[in-house]
């Protein structure tokens, strides 16, 4: 299945008509926007866009990477440089059929011209992938756009017809991972676990590791219930250790 392509706040109408076109010319047709900072229905969009204005027009326009990945259990970032030690940066071909051999929805993310994608950003996303060049790095965000669906048009194009599509159970969702972490890392700051200089890099660790484990749902069910019942055992302990301080306080006064 070949994925949606995010922009994250892409600030040149030109470039978002030029990779409309491109997406037409694969055959992508789910172009997501995160804070665009220009104009998609600009008459430089769509002079860029040629016979792909259709695109534009059906391009969703969202806040946050978390409402463009609705849906998606498989997510490939682009970067240009290895950005955590945590982190393998790889080349294009085995993330992007890894990408497409997926029956559920997933998705490509591109940074913004001018800064690409923060490390933050990055962390939406189970692989991240370069595309090599020469010693100057910097791609156009359109071209940049036009190499990986070409890559992924091509590598779905010459995967045999019988292959078995992955996973056969369903997969965990980004979004539905990404909450559980939020919890999780509440509850090991509340045990100790976790202090508040340490909990984005110790969590993007965590994150690295369920990422490589491509959780299903049932999976992350598990996970989910394992931190509610320890969130209970801990309220249930501190409300047991309450009741007994007030009570040895009665004794106390009685006295």
């Given at each position: 299945?070949?994925?949606?392509?995010?922009?994250?706040?892409?600030?040149?109408?030109l470039?978002?008509?030029?990779?409309?076109?491109?997406?037409?010319?694969?055959?992508?047709?789910?172009?997501?926007?995160?804070?665009?900072r220009?104009d998609?229905?600009?008459?430089?969009?769509?002079?860029?866009?040629?016979?792909?204005?259709?695109?534009?027009?059906?391009a969703?326009?969202?806040?946050?990477?978390?409402?463009?990945?609705?849906?998606?259990?498989?997510?490939?970032?682009?970067?240009?440089?290895?950005?955590?030690?945590?982190?393998?940066?790889?080349?294009?071909?085995l993330?992007?059929?890894?990408?497409?051999?997926?029956?559920?929805?997933n998705?490509?993310?591109?940074?913004?011209?001018?800064?690409?994608?923060?490390?933050?950003?990055?962390?939406?996303?189970?692989?991240?992938?370069?595309i090599?060049?020469?010693?100057?790095?910097?791609?156009?965000?359109?071209?940049?756009?036009?190499?990986?669906?070409?890559?992924?048009?091509?590598?779905?194009?010459?995967?045999?017809?019988?292959?078995?599509?992955?996973?056969?159970?369903?997969?965990?969702?980004?979004n539905?991972?990404?909450?559980?972490?939020?919890?999780?890392?509440d509850?090991?700051?509340q045990?100790?676990?976790?202090?508040?200089?340490?909990?984005?890099?110790?969590?993007?660790?965590?994150?690295?590791?369920?990422?490589?484990?491509?959780?299903s749902?049932?999976?992350?069910?598990?996970?989910?219930?394992?931190?509610?019942?320890?969130?209970?055992?801990?309220?249930?302990?501190?409300?047991?250790?309450?009741?007994?301080?007030?009570?040895?306080?009665?004794?106390?006064?009685?006295?």
């Amino acid at each position: 299945m070949l994925p949606r392509i995010v922009l994250v706040e892409p600030k040149g109408a030109l470039n978002v008509g030029s990779v409309a076109r491109v997406m037409m010319n694969f055959g992508f047709n789910e172009l997501f926007l995160v804070n665009p900072r220009c104009d998609l229905h600009s008459e430089d969009a769509f002079k860029m866009a040629t016979h792909a204005k259709e695109i534009l027009q059906k391009a969703k326009i969202v806040e946050s990477l978390e409402t463009a990945l609705q849906g998606c259990t498989r997510v490939i970032a682009t970067t240009a440089q290895q950005r955590h030690r945590n982190r393998q940066l790889e080349d294009l071909q085995l993330p992007f059929a890894w990408l497409v051999q997926a029956d559920a929805p997933n998705a490509i993310i591109f940074g913004a011209e001018d800064r690409g994608l923060s490390n933050e950003e990055l962390e939406w996303a189970q692989r991240w992938v370069r595309i090599p060049t020469g010693t100057y790095q910097t791609l156009n965000l359109a071209q940049s756009v036009a190499i990986c669906c070409y890559e992924l048009f091509r590598i779905q194009e010459h995967s045999p017809q019988n292959i078995s599509k992955t996973p056969t159970i369903s997969a965990a969702e980004i979004n539905g991972i990404n909450q559980f972490l939020e919890r999780w890392a509440d509850q090991l700051q509340q045990v100790g676990f976790l202090q508040s200089h340490t909990r984005k890099e110790r969590m993007a660790k965590l994150r690295s590791i369920l990422y490589r484990s491509e959780l299903s749902q049932n999976d992350l069910a598990l996970l989910e219930g394992i931190v509610s019942q320890t969130n209970w055992a801990l309220r249930t302990n501190q409300s047991n250790t309450t009741k007994i301080l007030l009570d040895q306080n009665g004794q106390d006064t009685d006295r």
